[in-house]
């Protein structure tokens, strides 16, 4: 047993054990012998552990290169599959946050995690010896550790500064289960206000009021699910999305498939337009309620509804008409 090993109690086993010399260029390990229990170490200039690539410099550039190229397959794979299996948005949505999980929110929770079971680890682990020193090193101010300085933000983001400065907590799942609650709640939250600020989303924020699936992304027709879609996310080519393009104001942005001489916008699509195909249409499809005697509360409720019979129709309305702007 090595010096290290025998002050420690470590059992290694050298077969697996390789060494990286870690520095700002790149060392010439020809020269240089690492010995463990006798038998000479491999020494590599980059190593995967748990799944991640750590390389010589400490840059994570190829490891994040890596887990973005494996999260695109992993994608591709599971929305071709779902595609053929004729799967459900929800259910694909479900699936892709199981599959793949790219999500901050889950990169943070796994953070503290990670962090939590290095606490309540045996002092004479490996790991807890190296993060006892990190942090040592980290307090006293000698070296800020970028992962120390993580796992202290997120506790801090999460109101939970006095669990760092104590390093204790009651429960690891408490733990987990509250910085999961509290970074979605901030997710949600940085979400609405990046809505608010946005002048293209004035009337999506006016029917969009909770972070939630919506119903008529269930719905089994895709063209309609596709048209209310893009209709509801300013995917379309209304003169309201168009004239942004085009850097015009928005009482500049005229209706062109009618001489009403109204902004072209989504109050003018659904309930205004005198245009003789939009008008057959909307006769057609759209709900009378919606139509006799219009108003903006209106146009919020038809969007907002989560009435089957309702989203059929809008669909329906929306897919014969989006296509007549050019
Ligand atoms: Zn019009």
Redesign the pocket.
């Known amino acids: 047993m090595c010096d290290f090993c025998e002050k420690w109690k470590l059992k290694i086993n050298s077969d697996k054990t390789k060494v990286t010399v870690f520095g700002f260029r790149r060392a010439d390990t020809s020269t240089l012998q690492f010995v463990c229990n006798g038998q000479s170490l491999e020494t590599v200039h980059c190593f995967r552990y748990l799944g991640v690539i750590m390389n010589y410099n400490g840059s994570f550039k190829i490891a994040i290169e890596e887990l973005h190229k494996q999260a695109l397959r992993a994608m591709f794979a599971l929305l071709n599959k779902c595609r053929k299996l004729q799967l459900s948005v929800d259910v694909t949505l479900d699936l892709f946050d199981k599959l793949v999980t790219p999500l901050c929110v889950t990169v943070k929770k796994r953070i503290i995690g990670y962090w939590g079971r290095l606490l309540e680890s045996k002092e004479s682990k490996l790991s807890k010896i190296m993060y006892n020193q990190l942090h040592s090193l980290h307090s006293s101010g000698a070296y800020a550790s970028p992962w120390v300085s993580q796992v202290k933000q997120i506790l801090d983001d999460c109101g939970l500064s006095y669990i760092w400065i104590t390093q204790k907590y009651n429960n690891i799942n408490w733990l987990k289960k509250i910085v999961e609650q509290k970074l979605k709640d901030q997710f949600i939250q940085r979400w609405q206000s990046e809505l608010t600020s946005m002048t293209s989303c004035d009337t999506y924020i006016e029917f969009k009021q909770e972070f939630k699936l919506e119903k008529y992304l269930m719905y089994e027709n895709q063209n309609s699910r596709q048209a209310i879609c893009n209709f509801r996310t300013n995917n379309t080519r209304i003169p309201k999305v168009t004239g942004r393009y085009k850097g015009l104001e928005r009482s500049e942005r005229m ?1 062109n ?2 001489d ?1 001489h ?1 902004v ?1 916008d989504e109050y ?1 699509v659904l309930f ?4 003789v195909n ?1 008008m057959y249409y909307r006769k057609k499809y759209l709900p009378k309620y919606y139509v006799y005697s219009p108003s903006k509360i209106k146009l919020i409720l038809l969007l907002r509804s989560n009435n089957s019979g309702v989203i059929a129709k809008t669909g329906a309305f929306l897919r014969n008409v989006l296509p007549l702007f050019k």
């Open positions: 209706c498939i009618c009403s109204c072209g003018h205004e337009c005198k245009n939009v």
